[in-house]
């Protein structure tokens, strides 16, 4: 008879095999992930400190700064109640179409952001169905600075809802029904509740749709129009300064881009560590 | 008996909520384009939507998305094996990386990347000394896609390895399987619906994606032209039945994407169902 086999040294590949795999994927990784970030550094930097630094305090950078941050701070904080509002409806209580609104929650997932924009060109434009209307009254939407939000807001609409749906679902309602019987009002309830309870999912919401709504570049290029200073976003302003052949500064304003995209990677690995390290005690 | 619930507070104000926004943002700008292209007339329509040019586009987009797709298809399940069986120094790095695609602006992969692959590039130099072209040419759209949907098939397919319970293996290396044929036979089954899922998303992201692919893709009408810039093309030149029109069937083969992934979650729910019983 043959004599049992330990469990490890079955389910553990041969040898070459691990390090065929490992070669590979640290091969793709290399190539694709690494190699991208240190090159959007490295060119940002190739004419030195100085450089870099005049590249991002230019005028017409400072302003692309300053619109993508005004930009952010109304569509991720309109995302952010609109997605508290629609994961309680959702995970809270049952009526008819409730996965239909799912669907067309995460519907702007599926839509191209050249798609985004184009709607927004269609309905607000000067072709557009409101368009004679808005010119009458005066009103500027397209190759300004409400339709750069509102395309924002249309390609960063999931992200809070589709983060805390799932969160909210798993954690169930015990606390809420507990305050409830204890006598705290709706709003108390959801201040002293619902809001730390959710913390720290939230929170990762609240990044990953800030870092679209910062980097957006297709729906913001169909209704922006590109006039300098005035409706270019931070990405716009990196394809006009490579268009120009001005690849060193393109890059430096890149490279602030992909500090933000690897600050959002960073609270993402640690929300997740805090969300582990929670859940056990939440459980007990 | 068990206690008795409170009806939780807060249904009519953010069903309310809910729907007001949804219909302002989504619904009503998508309905424009709806009505559109109604208003476009069926010939006039079909003509736009099967124009050379535009037949062109489709290919270029729905062929570099597909080779981007199987490229990921076959490294994104082997990177998350890796990532999920291994351990090695710098794993949790790599694993926090491979979500760089998502958080980086595809304006910045875009030039980066084109950067990367041209003829004086840290890459494209050894590759054109070779006799091969990357930017600027439908390869380097194949790049770029394959850049921006990696994610995809990774984070799909990490989650299912992770669950995987040893017995299954354990079992077929004491029926005496190879360790090639336990991959092959008991573990990689249970892997394809979240690889088909996986593959699903990453072309139906892969098909709109535009700030990524037009610094590298040489934009040449017939040749290198994706869908969304054809669209980008038709708006600067005021053409908006045109634009609608591509764009319709971009939207229609998203749809279909993502409709086949809700058939396929159906069926495997179904199919682990008929397992247990």
């Keep these: 008879m043959m004599p049992p086999r330990k469990p490890s040294t079955a389910l553990r590949d041969p040898a070459w095999l691990r390090f065929g795999l490992l070669a590979i994927a640290l091969a793709f990784v290399a190539v694709f992930l690494v190699l991208p970030l240190v090159a959007v550094f490295a060119f940002g930097i190739e004419k030195g400190v100085a450089f870099f630094v005049s590249s991002l305090t230019d005028p017409d950078a400072r302003a692309a700064i300053r619109l993508t941050l005004i930009v952010a701070a109304i569509a991720v904080p309109a995302n952010t109640i609109f997605g508290v509002a629609a994961a309680w409806l959702i995970t809270r209580f049952a009526f008819r179409g409730k996965n239909l609104l799912v669907s067309l929650i995460d519907l702007p997932f599926a839509v191209s952001p050249v798609i985004a924009g184009l709607i927004y060109v269609l309905l607000f434009g000067a072709n557009g169905w409101l368009g004679p209307w808005l010119a009458a009254h005066d009103i500027k939407i397209i190759y300004a600075v409400p339709g750069i939000i509102l395309a924002t807001t249309f390609v960063t609409f999931p992200f809070v809802a589709r983060e805390l749906i799932p969160l909210m679902q798993a954690q169930g309602s015990e606390e809420e029904q507990a305050a409830l019987t204890l006598g705290a009002g709706g709003w108390s309830m959801f201040w002293r509740v619902v809001l730390p309870k959710i913390g720290w999912g939230l929170v990762y919401g609240v990044i990953l749709c800030n870092a679209r709504a910062m980097g957006e570049f297709g729906a913001v290029s169909v209704v922006s129009g590109h006039i300098r200073g005035v409706t270019n976003t931070m990405p716009l302003h990196v394809e006009i300064l490579y268009n120009e052949y001005q690849r060193t500064a393109a890059f430096a304003v890149a490279s602030l881009l992909a500090l933000i995209a690897l600050a959002t990677l960073v609270v993402k690995q640690l929300v997740g560590w805090r969300m582990r390290r929670v859940a056990p005690s939440e459980a007990a | ?277």
């Design chain 2, 1 to 277: 008996m068990r206690r008795r619930r409170h009806a939780l507070p807060g249904f009519g104000l953010t069903l309310g909520l809910s729907l007001a926004y949804l219909a302002l943002i989504v619904l009503i700008p998508l309905a424009a384009l709806a009505l559109k292209s109604a208003t476009i007339g069926p010939l006039a329509f079909w003509h736009a939507v099967t124009a050379p040019r535009a037949l062109a586009a489709y290919r270029v987009t729905f062929g570099c998305a597909a080779v981007a797709g199987l490229i990921n298809l076959v490294l994104g399940p082997l990177l998350a094996w890796v990532l999920v069986r291994y351990r090695f120094p710098g794993r949790k790095l790599i694993d926090a990386l491979v979500d760089l695609p998502f958080a980086l602006p595809t304006a910045v992969a875009g030039i980066t990347l084109t950067a990367l692959y041209a003829s004086n590039g840290w890459l494209g130099r050894w590759i054109e000394a070779a006799g091969y072209k990357v930017a600027y040419t439908p390869t380097g759209i194949t790049v770029a896609l394959t850049f921006v949907s990696l994610p995809f098939l990774v984070r799909s397919v990490q989650p299912v390895l992770e669950q995987l319970e040893p017995d299954i293996e354990e079992a077929a290396a004491t029926l005496g399987a190879g360790r090639l044929t336990t991959l092959r036979k008991v573990i990689l089954p249970m892997l394809w619906p979240a690889i088909l899922t996986g593959f699903a998303l990453a072309f139906a992201r892969a098909v709109g994606e535009y700030g990524s692919v037009i610094f590298i893709a040489g934009n040449l009408p017939m040749v290198s032209e994706i869908a969304p810039l054809l669209i980008v093309a038709k708006l600067d030149a005021y053409d908006y039945a045109g634009a609608t029109a591509i764009a319709v069937v971009l939207l229609l083969a998203s749809f279909v994407a993502l409709f086949l992934i809700n058939v396929l979650q159906l069926w495997t729910v179904r199919r682990r169902s008929a397992e247990t019983r």
